[in-house]
């Protein structure tokens, strides 16, 4: 049976969208699709008796403009004119491309996000951004553009392999926990409710209860001048190690070191609830498939001090971090860019690689 488990709005300047969240809800809410954009990985499951779909081989290759130019010829072939609607169903990289080209074809058609990866699902199908590479420089470039409609089947994340799984997860704790003791402490008793086993099961209660948190972030600061900066919680130092390993290491997995990283650096305030969230970041990354050494192997430390040097985040002049202080609360930590700043950031991941590499 095809349900709605669950459905909200989110407000932004230029109106609210719905969010629905179910299982088994794909099939039928994809029939009011006029064209859709889809993850080629998902044609059997997906798009085989479809009309109109235009297949995109996902990952970073596709987030570029000259894929963005390819996929609006590619729409316009398909004959979808201003009032209909554009779809769209993939994980992140599949929704940077999209956002884009949905507000620029004809200057900007309704589009639907279906969200088919953790990382969709749980975090960037809420707040609007686009986001494309340019050159060697990712997501250098990208606008803010919300759908109409977002619509989360889960079944869509039953077959994810589990590093995508823990991918996203790494995300939804960073969400919940930037939001407060609250949210956080109710996330971990929703995750181990929905957990059996080793693997980790992501239900509709659990993307909701995500997902409306992402949403207050979002509403009360659309535009990543304030609040929703809190959100890069650990991305300073994900950010850094992805680009240090060559974009070897998955974002979420980096965020989950990053964050680890971020509770460990010797400005953030020690405390039990920072200890329970390096704790479940631990049980992320053991849930992975991903090689328990790999990212100590892969990340050169002279490297990684110049990316995180070269953040955009910050001024001139400082380097910003978020970090937990007080009762886990987190702050913005503006610090000068230089020898300590980097001997910090340095023995911070040092000491996250040994908690979560033992
Ligand atoms: N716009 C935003 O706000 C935002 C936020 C966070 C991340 N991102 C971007 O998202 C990207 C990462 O997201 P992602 O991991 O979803 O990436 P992705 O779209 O590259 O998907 C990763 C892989 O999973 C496969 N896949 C997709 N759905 C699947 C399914 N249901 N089952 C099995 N395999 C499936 C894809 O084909 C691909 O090989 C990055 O480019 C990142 O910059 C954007
Ligand atoms: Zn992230």
Redesign the pocket.
Same mark, same amino acid.
């Given at each position: 049976v095809s349900v709605v488990d669950y459905n909200f709005q989110v407000a932004t300047s230029t109106g609210a969208y719905t969010v629905n969240i179910g299982r088994g809800i794909l099939h039928d809410a994809l029939k009011h699709v006029d064209c859709l954009i889809l993850?080629?990985?998902?044609a059997v499951d997906v798009g085989h008796n479809l009309n109109d779909v235009v297949l995109v081989d996902? &990952?970073?290759s596709? %987030?570029t403009l000259d894929s963005c130019s390819l996929l609006l010829a590619q729409i316009k072939e398909r004959g979808l004119t201003k009032s209909e609607l554009l779809g769209a169903c993939?994980?992140?990289?599949?929704?940077?491309v999209a956002?884009l080209a949905a507000s620029l074809y004809m200057r900007g058609v309704q589009w639907e996000f279906f969200?088919?990866?953790?990382?969709?699902a749980l975090?960037?199908c809420i707040?609007g951004?686009?986001?494309i590479n340019v050159g060697s420089y %990712? /997501?250098l470039a &990208?606008n803010f553009y919300p759908p109409a409609q977002v619509t989360i089947d889960v079944a869509?994340?039953d /077959?994810?392999?589990s590093t995508?799984i823990s991918? &996203?997860l790494a995300?939804a704790v960073k969400i919940c926990f930037a939001r407060g003791a609250g949210a956080f402490t109710t996330f971990l008793e929703l995750q181990s409710t929905s957990e059996s086993g080793t693997s980790m099961p992501i239900s509709t209660a659990l993307v909701e209860y995500v997902l409306l948190h992402k949403a207050w972030f979002v509403e009360v600061d659309e535009f990543d001048r304030a609040e929703r900066q809190l959100l890069n919680f650990g991305h300073t130092f994900a950010h850094a190690l992805e680009a240090a390993s060559g974009f070897a290491v998955?974002?979420?997995i980096a965020v989950a070191y990053g964050v680890t990283a971020a509770c460990l650096h010797p400005l953030a305030t020690e405390g039990a609830l920072v200890s329970e969230l390096i704790e479940y970041n631990c049980r992320l990354v053991g849930a992975s498939d991903y090689p328990p050494d790999v990212v100590s192997k892969s990340v050169d430390s002279e490297r990684f001090s110049q990316y995180l040097n070269s953040d955009k985040k910050g001024t001139p002049e400082s380097l910003m971090f978020i970090l937990p202080g007080p009762q886990g609360k987190l702050e913005r930590v503006l610090v000068p860019r230089g020898a300590e700043t980097q001997t910090q950031a340095r023995t911070a991941l040092s000491d996250a690689l040994q908690v979560l590499e033992g």
């Open positions: 993850d080629q990985q998902l996902a &990952g970073e596709l %987030k993939g994980g992140g990289s599949v929704q940077d956002t969200p088919s990866t953790a990382m969709a975090d960037s707040g951004k686009s986001a %990712k /997501n &990208g869509l994340l /077959n994810l392999p995508a991918a &996203g995300e998955p974002h979420g």
